[in-house]
């Protein structure tokens, strides 16, 4: 059973640079929910992709967007990059409206905007 | 909004004892989730254990366990017999339900040493 995976593993971008970031949710899972973890701090939510569209935002600016794939795949992609933008990036999956609220959590792309 | 405040940024515990990390959380609702996520240095978040808010009985999973207590929102983790693969660090999350209420919202952490 194949867990959740991102990609890459690590990324190094500039400052104003634009970055892409993938997630392919846990086999069978239809939600792709994505978080951003500063050093040291607990992970921030940052949107959440249900049926292609995204269902909820956290308070995150409008340069951080995303994209769900019709096979529930997802993107966030990050315009104009900031130093602030350094972080660990999460991937969650988790099935839709049913009974489950637990996410699953891939492994993370660690992003470094020098 | 919901807020979760765990206190204690680090805890140390000697191998086969017992330790217990605290949580509280802050919510105007009735029906939630709780949830405790470990987070080693491979960085992966991995899910301990869940509590819902409706059931008065206390999550275990194995050596870990819950105290729930909703009147003081508190909800606290203890891991028994603690082994060197429980040093990580330890996150409390709370979240509204399933769907669109289902996103989380974490503490800051506590940084979890065992001791050999």
């Known amino acids: 059973d194949a867990g959740v995976t991102q990609s890459p593993t690590h990324l190094i971008k500039t400052r104003g640079q634009q970055v892409t970031l993938r997630c392919s949710p846990k086999s069978g899972h239809d939600t792709v929910s994505w978080y951003q973890q500063a050093l040291g701090q607990g992970p921030q939510f940052i949107f959440q992709y249900y049926e292609e569209e995204e269902r909820q935002r956290g308070n995150f600016p409008d340069r951080f967007s995303g994209h769900q794939f019709p096979n529930y795949s997802s993107e966030l992609n990050v315009n104009a990059l900031l130093l602030g933008d350094s972080a660990l990036y999460l991937c969650?999956?988790?099935?839709?409206?049913?009974?489950?609220?637990?996410?699953?959590f891939g492994p993370g792309t660690r992003l470094t905007v020098l | 909004a919901q807020t979760v405040t765990q206190s204690q940024p680090e805890m140390s515990v000697q191998e086969a004892e017992t330790v217990t990390l605290s949580c509280t959380y802050d919510t105007s609702e009735s029906d939630y989730y709780l949830f405790w996520y470990k987070q080693p240095p491979s960085r992966q978040m991995i899910l301990v254990i869940r509590q819902e808010a409706y059931k008065q009985q206390n999550a275990t999973e194995n050596r870990f366990s819950v105290n729930f207590q909703k009147a003081a929102k508190s909800f606290s983790l203890k891991i028994s017999d603690s082994q060197l693969g429980d040093a990580a660090m330890y996150f409390c999350a709370y979240s509204l339900g399933t769907g669109a209420n289902s996103k989380l919202t974490f503490g800051k952490g506590i940084t979890l040493s065992v001791r050999p």
């Open positions: 969650a999956s988790s099935l839709g409206d049913y009974d489950t609220d637990t996410q699953y």
